[in-house]
């Protein structure tokens, strides 16, 4: 039985709300920590002309490097000390696996104080979508996830959450990645942890990942997809940041009794009050909103949710993205029937609500959220 189970009655502490554990250490400063204005001021505390801030970043963001010796454009002497300034290395790679004739690859990294997340990358016909991490472990305690059981380690920094979507776009511009070379077009925050309980660092890794090239990488914000378990005071701060990128809201049941045991932060903020955020969000931005729905077997599959679910967001700006269940090592708990998925479909579709079914990349290397770091910190 998970944590989320035994923490009782309702006046327990809702997994995840307290603050992270104290950092012992933050990750160095980097280039991609700061803004513009932030990063000439920082060039010029390194008794560098404050213009060799735009030169690192066209290196760092365009050319995706964050090697000295390289940087060419710099004057020899400069070079190093800039780069040992403001280009530390943050992440490792200690395991990369690909699927899919290769156009998925995941990697699972190691941060300079051993934390291990993971990113994927995944190449479509038509699109290369990054899935990212924006926390070491989450503390949320969902009991169907991987990520979630082994509770949050820290929030990752600005950088260390760009340098994974950076480290991507160096893979497909080398060409390594089958289909030519190729860029980044879309960013979704669905890989460990919570995005909206690392706001700060999440909202500048988004300003970052979007600002025009040089200052970012020119992502368009609409092709970025912030995925929130439901922080409802968050999300209406995201509403307010003047932004268009997608929001995901992980539902996974329309009702607070079963809603509750599957996502714990449920009883703090219930289902209504939930998707009550995400319609505002999408009166704001005038973005549709994606309600996230892991098929359980026999959990939350049945027809008479599904009805529920489809007269909860009938009239609303929203798109259901139904996700069969990848089961976590000794979960007791797997995908739905296919027959019941079909019905689940057809039902909400009978209430006039889009519905797409994730496809299942990367389920040969764990793709799922969490598993490949899970399994890495459990083997000898
Ligand atoms: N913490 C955020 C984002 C990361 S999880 C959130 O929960 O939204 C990204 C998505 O993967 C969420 O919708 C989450 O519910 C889903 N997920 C997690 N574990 C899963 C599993 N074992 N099978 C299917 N979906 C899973
Ligand atoms: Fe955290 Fe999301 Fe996993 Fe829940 S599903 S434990 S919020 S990463």
Redesign the pocket.
Known sequence: MSRAHTAGGPSAVVPGLSAAPRERRRPPRHLADLDPAERRAAVAELGEPAFRAAQLSRHFFARYTDDAAEMTDLPAASREALAAGLLPPLLTADQELTCDNGTTRKTLWRTFDGALVESVLMRYPDRVTMCVSSQAG?G?G?P???TGQAGLTRNLSTAEIVGQVVAGARVLASGAVPGGPGRVSNVV???M???LANYGAVLAAVRRLTDPVPDGLGISQRSVTV???GLVPAIDRLAREGLSVTL?V?L?APDDGLRDTLVPVNRRWKVAEVLDAAWRYADVTGRRVSI?Y?LIRDINDHGWRADMLGSLLAGHLAHVNL?P????PGSKWTASRPQAQREFVGRLEAHGVPVTVRDTRGREIDG??GQLAASASTSP
């Open positions: 989450c949320m969902c169907f996830c991987a925050f669905m890989g942890g919570e995005p995925s929130t378990v995901a992980s996974h996230e892991a996700i269940l990848n089961p976590t799922a959220c």
